[in-house]
């Protein structure tokens, strides 16, 4: 099988990995572990609470998109893993029970300042739900191998 | 006990959390579950990444964070969650064997533009090991419920 490799991304392609189904019990067991406050553990004492009703860990959100695009894609490509997270926006709760897709779209792409070997994608990510709505968006920048090598930007 | 509120925290001010003993089979666990890249499962597979050897996701580091603040302040606080992060840097690999702490520093605060039971503020919190090297930078606005309602900035 060949990779995917820096060259093989092209600035506004878009792809959709999933679905994936949340269930009640890992969202109540994430929280327990990493964040255990009360409207990601309870439904009584969530309701009291902003997300109105129990929600997944936005942090539990960003674990289940990083999960989903390994398999998507990261698997077999040639990724050296990413430098960190420019932004991320938790703008719907993710109730248990839902569908989530990532729906991933290629804003920029640039080889390395440093590493002939070396390209940088940047993406946005979006966690949607079963009726197509955005739950969360995540914009970072994945480093991959190049093909050939090139001359540092 | 009396919670913190939005009015108790000040710009400027630093506090430590921690420390907290990062294990290898921690490592191996998270990363088999969320992200299951050779470089967070295996020390040969390891070796041959840009991390230079078995280090954590950093999406570990990230929920490690969280638990350690949500126990350092956000339990005993009138936290309302957070709409999202807005810059994460993974600039050094966390290793099993470390035991990490939490250094969190006030960048700003604010009013609510829309409600006056809540107030703002921006935390840099950076994950620092045992040398007090930093290894994660993360930086997010978390609300709070303020003891007075004030006038909506």
Redesign the interface.
């Known amino acids: 099988m060949t990779k995917r490799h820096w060259e093989d991304f092209e600035s506004g392609a878009v792809a959709v990995y999933g679905p994936r189904l949340v269930t009640r019990e890992e969202i109540i067991a994430f929280a327990a ?5 009360p ?1 990601h553990l309870d439904e009584v004492a969530a309701s009291a ?3 109105g009703g129990l929600g997944a ?3 539990h959100s ?3 998109l ?2 989903m695009i ?1 398999d998507g894609f ?2 077999d490509s040639t ?12 703008i719907r709760p993710l109730r248990p029970g839902t569908h989530i897709r990532i729906r991933s779209t290629i804003m920029d792409k640039r080889a390395s300042n440093s590493r002939p070997d070396m390209g940088l994608v940047k993406f946005l990510f979006e966690v949607v739900d079963d009726a197509d709505v955005v739950l969360t968006t995540l914009v970072t920048t994945i ?1 991959f191998g190049r093909r050939e090598r090139g001359a540092a930007s």
């Open positions: 572990e990493f964040d255990p406050q409207m609470t902003l997300l860990s936005g942090w960003c674990c289940l990083m999960r390994t990261l698997f990724s050296m893993g990413s430098p960190g997270i420019e932004d991320v926006r938790w480093m």
